[in-house]
Structure formats: structure tokens, C-alpha cells
């Protein structure tokens, strides 16, 4: 329940300084009026003084942390956090733990409450399961020396990205200004190799971010790949990730100590490369500015009663589920640099999708690049998927390659009809009748032999009862999703066959592979062996094809809609409104693997086959296709051995010499790469 307080009566605690007395002394002494000017590139510390002039506030805290007790009531894979199942136990929180813990903790300002709670929820590794303040999280430190795994001389190492000036220069004036005022010649670092980084080899250092920074997916490989620069698309265009070594939420570093080689020399240096902080939130001029604009909470953070809003009697089109992830760095999004885009002019593209033949003599290869599983045009992407396929193999293509690199998930589409799911039993009246408006109404779903359930139909009744590390968890029965309920365009002629048979495709990407993208990928390698190939990570390590797989998320503005909409809101177990303006998205639905229906896909092990990128396939999207297609092997068919694939993949940028070298190092440690 929405407690007693008002925010003009928090505001002055929060604020140094009220709009209504501030004068030039104050603003001076301001932190927030400081930087204001200065926008939107400011130092670390600069940033951080604004952030932290906000004492902490015990209501707040109170309030934060009942809204995330009652959210987490719903999050269905809270019991196996207490020790999670085997490739994923770095990901074990004592989730309920870390809340009392952190109800008694000091804290001297709001931000390093906040923080605390957000770096908690980053710690369970699932996208779909996070706390973001929006008060902080418009913050993102930004370094001009992103980095990457590559193979050169038959040896994997870390590198500063070779493109860093043409990257680089893409941010824009202001930020090539601000580095200026710092002096560093950060254009001598293109391509060096990183022997340390912080004083720790430089792998090690990788290792360490992704185990406590990188969060949003379980594997441990998966997230040292989000630490490293790659390849996306954003919206239709191409976009560099610069990675979340050299682009992390949060301002708390100044910068960061490299021990490397710079390209064309052979000693080492030591060079400390600086972040600049970068902001993305709403403006502001002064402290009282700041927190009314982007930490108050809003009209929209505790979500409607729809009923209540002149909406009763009205049938409200079904909203389409969702799974992703929220990735903050494509606010602003730099884009790719032109010269390694595709030479080739894509068949069809539109809604998130790029369509490729590849030239001679790969010219029997397409390639499907699927952006992102949430596009501006959610019938669009379905039109533009079939036409982009049928141009396809109106070009001739024979074989296709489907790239996922860095998809965010989206929209389930039609893809959880294939897949058995159910819902934790957290409390509330899930179940009560007429919910024909929200995510919960029964008529949205099938039994399990495909039969609609009735709108009157209890499906958290009889509950079935888990054991997981002791805990009883009740769930639902378990359904799936119809394409009738969740819509499709009856207008699109679909052949009676796959365009293209299962056993000629492939799946390429990085593992950064979200949500829906992760159901799909599943879907395509557990029902029909399509093989899944990951780029990337590092030497001698397994990789997962897949990010986090858990089935739908809500945000709490949604989750909060469904329940004032019903009626809910004075539930013993609803989560208190928001104070501030802040989001805790959780995953409320499991999605059960298609091969072990008794395991979640998110903690079913599938190993991809993994392939270190090269220099010329990191950032060249075509280079890396054009690889694939040499060694392109149907998963029935093909005889030859993963040898016989390292050399055939690797043939086309890499000498015979540099792949015996190779081939010869990786076979001895018997992990299954490419």
C-alpha cells in the first residue's frame, strides 16, 4: 500500500538545496549544479558527487524493499538460487538473506542503498530478474579502449579492438573534446595486446567482471562475452557493442591500469586509460532538478487500474508477452564502423531483420540476422521474416545461417506454443474470474493436448509441488500459448514447408542470445539438432548457445497495472508502491526443456561449439559468415571430424601454419571448439 508520505515533504531531505532559496553560493557548493553545464560527458567522480549528495532515507529503504519482497513472491526460480544446479553455481544468492541484510545495513547516502540492491540483483545473472533505479542508472561510464578475444599466431589473447579510432570517433565531438582535457593518446592503443589489466592477467580480469559485473545471463562464458566489443544490429542498423569492460553501468571507476604491447612494438608498457562518465537521463540544473526529474517516482512507476481509467466494459487487446533483456548501452548506440559493414546489399530487411546472400563462392549461403525479438511492428516482423526467407531461396540459397549475436529477446511470437510452461504460486489470486483483460487469464493458454482453457478454469489448481534445495515451491499446472491468443497475421500465405529444411541451417552468435532469442535457439537445437556455433570467450572454456532462458517477464509499472486492474492492490501481499521512480522486473513463468521435461531450459546445459574470433571476423559480420560457409556441415550428413571443421572454418583467414598451431593446442585440452 501507497504509505503516508508525500514527496514535497521528502524532498527537502533528499536535496541540498531547494529551487526556492538556492542562491549563487549554494549553487557553487552544488554537486548537481556543478556538472549540469558540463553535460553529457563529466568525470567519474563529478557524477558520483551528484549521485551521492542524497542522503539515505530510511522510508525509502523500507519502501524499496517491500516492493521487492512482494515482487520476488513471483519469481519462479528463487528456490534454486540457494544452491544452483551444476554449470551455473556461480550464480548462488541467498536472495531473501541479501534483503535483511541490506534492511539493517548503514548506508550513508540513497545511492549506495540503491546500488547495493541493483548490484544484488545483477548477481543472479537473470535479465529478467533486476532492480533498476532509474535515480542512478542513467549514469554509464564510457572508455576509449573496448577489448576483445582474438586468435593470431595459432594463440588466443586479449586485444584493445583494432577498429578503436574509426570506433571511437563514432561517439561524437563532445566526447572526443573531453578526452582531449585528459591528454591521453588513446589512438596508439588500436590493436595492442593486454597482458594485465588492474594488475591481474588479463583473462583473470575478464573472468573477474563477468563473475561480479556483467550480470543478465547464468553461464559464466556467456557474460565474458558481454565484457568484450561486438557486433549487434540496433533497430535496422548495424551498431558496436563496446562491451562491459569498457562501457559498464555506474560510474565507480575512474579508469582502469593496462599492461600491454601496443601494435608494431614488443615491450610492454603500463598505461592508465581513464572513463568518462556519460549520461542519458533526464536534464537538470541542480540537485532539487535532478531528483524531481529522475528519482521521484512518476504517473507511470506504480502502474493503473485500467477499470478506474474509463476503460470498463471495453475488451482490451490482449498484450503480447514478453522476454528480454534491458540493455542501457543502446540508448546510445554507436554505430558500426562503415567500412566493416557487409559489402553485400541485403535481399530484405525491416523490424529488427537483415537478409544476406553471400558472393561467390559462397553464393548457395544466406544469411538471417535477427536483431532482436522486439521490433516497432510486431505483424511486421512476421511479413518481413517470410519475405526475407522467400527472397532468400529466390537467390538460389541453399543453406542458411542464422545469426543471433547480441539479441535482446522481445516478443515470444509464436514460439512458446512448442514449449510447456507454468507459473510459481506466489500468493496472490491469480486465478479469480474475469481476467480476460491481463497476462493471467486463463483463455490465454491450452492443456497440454492443445484444448483452450475456459476463462473460469483454476490452473494453479491442484498445485504441483517441487522439492528444489529443500524448499517446497508450488506451481502451476503446466500449458502452453496458442498462436490463435497471441496473434498472428492471417493474411501471410505460409508454405506447406520449411523454406528451408532444419538440417541446412546453422545458428552463429555470441551466446548474448536473450529470453525469446534463447527459446528459439533452444527450439531449433533440441527438437531438431540444428548445431549452435559461439564466437568468442576464451580459451579452454565451455559455452552455453544460449543466455538466459527463463519464459515471460514483467515490469513492475505492468505487474503493478494487473493487480490494481483486479482489484489487488489492498492484497496482504501486494507489493508496496514505489516512492521513487525505479523498476523491479521479474520472471514469473518457467519454460520446460523440450528434451527433459522435468529440468527449465535455463538450467538445462547445452553446450555450444565454440570458435575464437579472428581480426578479421570480430567486428566484420560478412568475414564471420563467410567462415561458416566454408566449413558449413549438415548435422546428419557430414562425417568429417571436428578437426577437419577447425580447418575448413578457420581456412579462410588463418595460414596452415597458424591452424596446426591451433588445432594441435586445442586438441589437448579435448573442449569441443571449432
Same mark, same amino acid.
Given at each position: 500500500?501507497?504509505?503516508?508520505?508525500?514527496?514535497?515533504?521528502?524532498?527537502?531531505?533528499?536535496?541540498?538545496?531547494?529551487?526556492?532559496?538556492?542562491?549563487?553560493?549554494?549553487?557553487?557548493?552544488?554537486?548537481?549544479?556543478?556538472?549540469?553545464?558540463?553535460?553529457p560527458?563529466?568525470?567519474?567522480?563529478?557524477?558520483?558527487a551528484?549521485?551521492?549528495?542524497?542522503?539515505?532515507?530510511?522510508?525509502?529503504?523500507?519502501?524499496?524493499?517491500?516492493?521487492?519482497?512482494?515482487?520476488?513472491?513471483?519469481?519462479?526460480?528463487?528456490?534454486?538460487?540457494?544452491?544452483?544446479?551444476?554449470r551455473?553455481q556461480?550464480?548462488? $544468492?541467498?536472495?531473501?538473506? %541479501? #534483503?535483511?541484510?541490506?534492511?539493517?545495513? &548503514? !548506508?550513508?547516502?540513497?545511492? /549506495?542503498f540503491?546500488?547495493?540492491?541493483?548490484?544484488?540483483?545483477?548477481?543472479?545473472?537473470?535479465?529478467?530478474?533486476?532492480?533498476?533505479?532509474?535515480?542512478?542508472?542513467?549514469?554509464?561510464?564510457?572508455m576509449?579502449?573496448?577489448?576483445?578475444?582474438?586468435?593470431?599466431d595459432?594463440?588466443?589473447?586479449?586485444?584493445? $579492438?583494432?577498429?578503436?579510432? %574509426? #570506433?571511437?570517433?563514432l561517439?561524437?565531438? &563532445? !566526447?572526443?573534446?573531453?578526452? /582531449?582535457?585528459?591528454?591521453?593518446?588513446?589512438?596508439?592503443?588500436?590493436?595492442?595486446?593486454?597482458?594485465?589489466?588492474?594488475?591481474?592477467?588479463?583473462?583473470?580480469?575478464?573472468?573477474?567482471?563477468?563473475?561480479?559485473?556483467?550480470?543478465?545471463?547464468?553461464?559464466?562464458?556467456?557474460?565474458?562475452?558481454?565484457?568484450?566489443?561486438?557486433?549487434?544490429?540496433?533497430?535496422?542498423?548495424?551498431?558496436?557493442?563496446?562491451?562491459?569492460l569498457?562501457?559498464?553501468?555506474?560510474?565507480?571507476?575512474?579508469?582502469?591500469?593496462?599492461?600491454?604491447?601496443?601494435?608494431?612494438?614488443?615491450?610492454?608498457?603500463?598505461?592508465?586509460?581513464?572513463?568518462?562518465?556519460?549520461?542519458?537521463?533526464?536534464?537538470?540544473?541542480?540537485?532539487?532538478?535532478?531528483?524531481?526529474?529522475?528519482?521521484?517516482?512518476?504517473?507511470?512507476?506504480?502502474?493503473?487500474?485500467?477499470?478506474?481509467?474509463?476503460?470498463?466494459?471495453?475488451?482490451?487487446?490482449?498484450?503480447?508477452?514478453?522476454?528480454?533483456?534491458?540493455?542501457?548501452?543502446?540508448?546510445?548506440?554507436?554505430?558500426?564502423?562503415?567500412?566493416?559493414?557487409?559489402?553485400?546489399?541485403?535481399?530484405?530487411?525491416?523490424?529488427?531483420?537483415?537478409?544476406?546472400?553471400?558472393?561467390?563462392?559462397?553464393n548457395?549461403?544466406?544469411?538471417?540476422?535477427?536483431?532482436?525479438?522486439?521490433?516497432?511492428?510486431?505483424?511486421?516482423?512476421?511479413?518481413?521474416?517470410?519475405?526475407?526467407?522467400?527472397?532468400?531461396?529466390?537467390?538460389g540459397?541453399?543453406?542458411?545461417?542464422?545469426?543471433?549475436?547480441?539479441?535482446?529477446?522481445?516478443?515470444?511470437?509464436?514460439?512458446?506454443?512448442?514449449?510447456?510452461?507454468?507459473?510459481?504460486?506466489?500468493?496472490?489470486?491469480?486465478?479469480?474470474?474475469?481476467?480476460?483483460?491481463?497476462?493471467?487469464?486463463?483463455?490465454?493458454?491450452?492443456?497440454?493436448?492443445?484444448?483452450?482453457?475456459?476463462?473460469?478454469?483454476?490452473?494453479?489448481?491442484?498445485?504441483?509441488?517441487?522439492?528444489?534445495?529443500?524448499?517446497?515451491?508450488?506451481?502451476?499446472?503446466?500449458?502452453?500459448?496458442?498462436?490463435?491468443?497471441?496473434?498472428?497475421?492471417?493474411?501471410?500465405?505460409?508454405?506447406?514447408?520449411?523454406?528451408?529444411?532444419?538440417?541446412?541451417?546453422?545458428?552463429?552468435?555470441?551466446?548474448?542470445?536473450?529470453s525469446?532469442?534463447?527459446?528459439?535457439?533452444?527450439?531449433?537445437?533440441?527438437?531438431?539438432?540444428?548445431?549452435?556455433?559461439?564466437?568468442?570467450?576464451?580459451?579452454?572454456?565451455?559455452?552455453?548457445?544460449?543466455?538466459?532462458?527463463g519464459?515471460?517477464?514483467?515490469d513492475?509499472?505492468?505487474?503493478?497495472?494487473?493487480?490494481?486492474?483486479?482489484?489487488?492492490?489492498?492484497?496482504?501481499?501486494?507489493?508496496?508502491?514505489l516512492?521513487?521512480?525505479?523498476?523491479f522486473?521479474?520472471?514469473?513463468?518457467?519454460?520446460?526443456?523440450?528434451?527433459?521435461?522435468?529440468?527449465?531450459?535455463?538450467?538445462?546445459s547445452?553446450?555450444?561449439?565454440?570458435?575464437?574470433y579472428?581480426?578479421?571476423?570480430?567486428?566484420?559480420?560478412?568475414?564471420?559468415?563467410?567462415?561458416?560457409?566454408?566449413?558449413f556441415?549438415?548435422?546428419?550428413?557430414?562425417?568429417?571430424?571436428?578437426?577437419?571443421?577447425?580447418a575448413?572454418?578457420?581456412?579462410?583467414?588463418?595460414?596452415?601454419?597458424?591452424?596446426?598451431?591451433?588445432?594441435?593446442?586445442?586438441?589437448?585440452?579435448?573442449?569441443?571448439?571449432?
Amino acid at each position: 500500500m501507497l504509505l503516508a508520505c508525500s514527496f514535497s515533504a521528502l524532498l527537502v531531505t533528499f536535496t541540498v538545496a531547494t529551487t526556492a532559496n538556492i542562491d549563487l553560493n549554494a549553487r557553487q557548493t552544488d554537486p548537481c549544479a556543478l556538472i549540469a553545464p558540463k553535460l553529457p560527458y563529466v568525470l567519474p567522480s563529478e557524477a558520483l558527487a551528484c549521485m551521492r549528495s542524497f542522503a539515505f532515507n530510511e522510508t525509502l529503504r523500507q519502501n524499496v524493499l517491500a516492493n521487492a519482497n512482494g515482487v520476488l513472491n513471483l519469481f519462479t526460480f528463487e528456490p534454486y538460487y540457494l544452491h544452483s544446479p551444476p554449470r551455473f553455481q556461480e550464480s548462488t $544468492v541467498d536472495i531473501r538473506g %541479501e #534483503l535483511r541484510r541490506m534492511s539493517k545495513k &548503514s !548506508y550513508r547516502t540513497d545511492y /549506495d542503498f540503491s546500488v547495493d540492491l541493483y548490484n544484488v540483483t545483477a548477481l543472479l545473472n537473470d535479465g529478467h530478474t533486476r532492480w533498476y533505479p532509474i535515480c542512478y542508472i542513467g549514469w554509464q561510464n564510457l572508455m576509449p579502449a573496448p577489448i576483445v578475444s582474438l586468435l593470431t599466431d595459432g594463440t588466443e589473447n586479449i586485444y584493445i $579492438v583494432p577498429d578503436l579510432v %574509426e #570506433l571511437v570517433t563514432l561517439i561524437g565531438p &563532445s !566526447y572526443l573534446a573531453r578526452l /582531449d582535457t585528459l591528454k591521453i593518446d588513446w589512438k596508439r592503443l588500436a590493436g595492442a595486446k593486454v597482458l594485465e589489466i588492474n594488475g591481474k592477467p588479463a583473462y583473470k580480469y575478464v573472468d573477474y567482471i563477468a563473475k561480479v559485473a556483467s550480470g543478465n545471463y547464468l553461464d559464466h562464458g556467456i557474460r565474458i562475452n558481454s565484457v568484450y566489443s561486438s557486433y549487434r544490429i540496433v533497430g535496422d542498423s548495424w551498431s558496436q557493442r563496446f562491451g562491459s569492460l569498457a562501457n559498464p553501468s555506474l560510474p565507480t571507476l575512474d579508469g582502469l591500469t593496462f599492461k600491454l604491447i601496443i601494435a608494431g612494438s614488443k615491450k610492454p608498457e603500463t598505461i592508465f586509460v581513464p572513463y568518462i562518465a556519460s549520461f542519458n537521463g533526464r536534464s537538470f540544473t541542480d540537485s532539487a532538478s535532478y531528483w524531481e526529474a529522475n528519482c521521484a517516482a512518476t504517473n507511470a512507476t506504480n502502474g493503473q487500474d485500467l477499470l478506474g481509467a474509463g476503460l470498463t466494459g471495453t475488451r482490451r487487446t490482449r498484450p503480447q508477452p514478453l522476454g528480454n533483456i534491458i540493455d542501457h548501452s543502446a540508448v546510445k548506440a554507436v554505430g558500426l564502423p562503415p567500412q566493416y559493414e557487409p559489402t553485400q546489399t541485403p535481399v530484405a530487411a525491416g523490424n529488427g531483420l537483415l537478409f544476406y546472400t553471400l558472393p561467390v563462392p559462397h553464393n548457395t549461403t544466406g544469411v538471417m540476422f535477427v536483431g532482436s525479438f522486439y521490433p516497432a511492428d510486431y505483424y511486421g516482423f512476421q511479413a518481413k521474416a517470410l519475405e526475407g526467407l522467400q527472397a532468400l531461396k529466390a537467390a538460389g540459397v541453399t543453406k542458411l545461417i542464422i545469426d543471433v549475436h547480441n539479441n535482446d529477446g522481445g516478443y515470444r511470437l509464436q514460439l512458446d506454443y512448442a514449449l510447456d510452461s507454468s507459473r510459481r504460486r506466489g500468493g496472490q489470486a491469480h486465478h479469480r474470474a474475469g481476467r480476460w483483460f491481463l497476462y493471467y487469464a486463463p483463455n490465454g493458454y491450452a492443456f497440454l493436448n492443445d484444448t483452450l482453457q475456459s476463462n473460469d478454469f483454476d490452473y494453479m489448481e491442484p498445485s504441483t509441488v517441487l522439492n528444489i534445495n529443500g524448499q517446497v515451491n508450488k506451481n502451476s499446472n503446466k500449458y502452453h500459448d496458442t498462436c490463435q491468443q497471441y496473434g498472428f497475421d492471417d493474411t501471410l500465405v505460409l508454405p506447406e514447408q520449411p523454406i528451408f529444411p532444419l538440417k541446412d541451417v546453422v545458428v552463429v552468435g555470441n551466446g548474448d542470445c536473450a529470453s525469446t532469442c534463447a527459446l528459439f535457439t533452444t527450439l531449433l537445437s533440441e527438437k531438431s539438432g540444428v548445431k549452435e556455433y559461439v564466437f568468442g570467450v576464451r580459451p579452454g572454456l565451455t559455452v552455453e548457445y544460449k543466455g538466459m532462458a527463463g519464459n515471460q517477464v514483467m515490469d513492475w509499472p505492468v505487474l503493478a497495472t494487473e493487480f490494481k486492474t483486479m482489484k489487488l492492490q489492498d492484497h496482504p501481499l501486494y507489493p508496496e508502491d514505489l516512492l521513487v521512480d525505479g523498476d523491479f522486473r521479474v520472471n514469473w513463468r518457467t519454460a520446460w526443456s523440450y528434451r527433459n521435461g522435468t529440468k527449465p531450459i535455463a538450467y538445462q546445459s547445452d553446450p555450444a561449439i565454440r570458435v575464437p574470433y579472428t581480426h578479421e571476423t570480430y567486428n566484420r559480420p560478412q568475414k564471420l559468415w563467410e567462415q561458416v560457409a566454408a566449413g558449413f556441415c549438415r548435422p546428419v550428413a557430414c562425417r568429417c571430424s571436428w578437426n577437419v571443421y577447425r580447418a575448413r572454418s578457420l581456412a579462410i583467414s588463418q595460414s596452415v601454419q597458424e591452424m596446426t598451431q591451433w588445432i594441435g593446442k586445442s586438441s589437448q585440452t579435448g573442449q569441443r571448439e571449432l
